[in-house]
């Protein structure tokens, strides 16, 4: 019973690299999203899909990209990473029926 | 668009005193209120959420809020403040339909041995 795994847990990238964070979750969940946590700013929404082949921007979308090819995954991709973009990921997902989120255990990235 | 607000960014309580964690919501329609937990270096927990039914939501590790419909708050309290509480607290509303999450920017809870 994994709930949502987030990978990797750590990384440095240099501004202009391309970088992929991770998730998948075991639950069957149609809705996942993914969050980024910022000092003083809370969580705030990057993108969301409601199901395979299903995604729509967030709050914050500019710089990422995603996919939703099959329910268990949803990729966050950084097409050119800036110092901005440092943060702290957190992918989630739910079911409309539990009416609340499953968190994976974040992403620490910083970009230099 | 809905939105909430949480009072205070830091708050520093004494251990075994009350703790009161306030969050404010706006919305034309009551919607779905979640407090979530964040502990050092860990994802987010839930703690409690009300979805219409009391308006009183006992949660886990004695924490427990009240709706207010007239004052638009989800306040979170807990009688008597552990050590292992302090932590990063969030408020969140949820549209009664739909899954979009809308997060208040958080309160640190420290509590003072």
């Known amino acids: 019973n994994a709930g949502v795994t987030q990978t990797p847990k750590f990384q440095v990238l240099k501004t202009g690299q391309s970088m992929t964070l991770q998730c998948a979750q075991d639950?069957?969940?149609?809705?996942m999203s993914w969050y980024r946590q910022d000092p003083g700013m809370g969580l705030r929404l990057i993108h969301y899909s409601v199901g395979a082949g299903i995604t729509d921007q967030g709050e914050v979308p500019n710089g990422y990209n995603v996919s939703r090819s099959t329910t268990e995954d949803f990729p966050l991709r950084l097409l050119s990473a800036a110092p901005s973009q440092t943060s702290v990921y957190f992918c989630?997902?739910?079911?409309?029926?539990?009416?609340?989120?499953?968190f994976g255990s974040g992403t620490r990235l910083t970009v230099v | 668009a809905q939105s909430v607000t949480q009072l205070g960014s830091h708050v520093s309580v004494s251990e075994g005193a009350l703790v009161l964690l306030r969050c404010n919501y706006s919305s034309s329609v009551p919607p779905y209120l979640f407090w979530y937990v964040q502990y050092p270096n860990q994802g987010l927990q839930l703690l409690l959420k009300?979805?219409?039914?009391?308006?009183l939501v006992k949660g886990i590790n004695g924490f427990e809020a009240e709706f207010k419909k007239s004052e638009t708050s989800f306040h979170l309290t807990k009688p008597s403040a552990h050590m292992s509480d302090a932590a990063e607290y969030f408020c969140?509303?949820?549209?009664?339909?739909?899954?979009?999450?809308?997060f208040g920017t958080g309160t640190s809870l420290t509590v003072i041995p």
């Open positions: 989630a997902s739910s079911s409309p029926a539990r009416l609340s989120y499953t």
């Open positions: 009300y979805t219409s039914a009391a308006t």
């Open positions: 969140a509303v949820q549209k009664s339909t739909g899954n979009q999450f809308y």
């Open positions: 639950m069957n969940h149609e809705y």
